[in-house]
T-cell receptor
Framework: AAGVIQSPRHLIKEKRETATLKCYPI?????VYWYQQGPGQDPQFLIS???????DKGSIPDRFSAQQFSDYHSELNMSSLELGDSALYFC???????????FGSGTRLTVV | AQKITQTQPGMFVQEKEAVTLDCTYD???????LFWYKQPSSGEMIFLIY??????QNATEGRYSLNFQKARKSANLVISASQLGDSAMYFC??????????????FGKGTKLSVIP
């Protein structure tokens, strides 16, 4: 079965640089979520999109932005990277009114 | 606000034995669900099992089952016949509907399970 695809798997950036993470949800899933998991922490909700519109926002820094495109894939853009942004970033997708909630394998971002 | 409490930071279990991972929750919703996820050292977040608050029976998925006690607000995960590959971090999570068809998950701090040969 198709899963949530995230790219890249690993990313190393320097401070103040910009990073773009991509997410391809499960086909026919119309809601996409982004989570951030710091070292030794539980995942924290960042932002979600339903039918290409932003549906909810969590603890996402102003330096971060995201969007969902017409083909339902989503991108998380992070600018002016800081050391504290080093984390595992997950994308998840689900169907409306369906509590199925599938995560991708994550992108491990390291800021040096 | 939703809250998940996992009181066991780490647990050990002998291979082939059963183990119970605790999860208690707090929610003001009348209808809700609970997820358990497994996160191995490689990092991916793997769905294990889901329990709806109005499900009449406790959820089961292969070697995983939930001991759901609604009055106590607990949803403990039971893993039977532990295998070495079960060594991982386990997270309990509760969704919160935010309108517009999306659900935000609140996670517990997790329990690190180590299976001993």
């Amino acid at each position: 079965a198709a899963g949530v695809i995230q790219s890249p798997r690993h990313l190393i950036k320097e401070k103040r640089e910009t990073a773009t993470l991509k997410c391809y949800p499960i086909p026919r899933h119309d809601t996409v979520y982004w989570y951030q998991q710091g070292p030794g922490q539980d995942p924290q909700f960042l932002i979600s999109f339903y039918e290409k519109m932003q549906s909810d926002k969590g603890s996402i820094p102003d330096r971060f932005s995201a969007q969902q495109f017409s083909d339902y894939h989503s991108e998380l853009n992070m600018s002016s990277l800081e050391l504290g942004d080093s984390a595992l970033y997950f994308c998840a997708s689900s169907l409306v009114l369906d509590y199925g909630y599938t995560f991708g394998s994550g992108t491990r971002l390291t800021v040096v | 606000a939703q809250k998940i409490t996992q009181t066991q930071p780490g647990m050990f279990v002998q291979e082939k034995e059963a183990v119970t991972l605790d999860c208690t929750y707090d929610t003001s919703d009348q209808s809700y669900g609970l997820f358990w996820y497994k996160q191995p050292s490689s990092g991916e977040m793997i769905f294990l099992i889901y329990q709806g608050s109005y499900d009449e029976q406790n959820a089961t998925e292969g070697r995983y089952s939930l001991n759901f006690q609604k009055a106590r607000k607990s949803a403990n995960l039971v893993i039977s016949a532990s295998q070495l590959g079960d060594s991982a971090m386990y997270f309990c999570a509760i969704p919160k509907g935010t309108g517009a068809g999306s659900y935000q998950l609140t996670f517990g701090k997790g329990t690190k399970l180590s299976v001993i040969p």
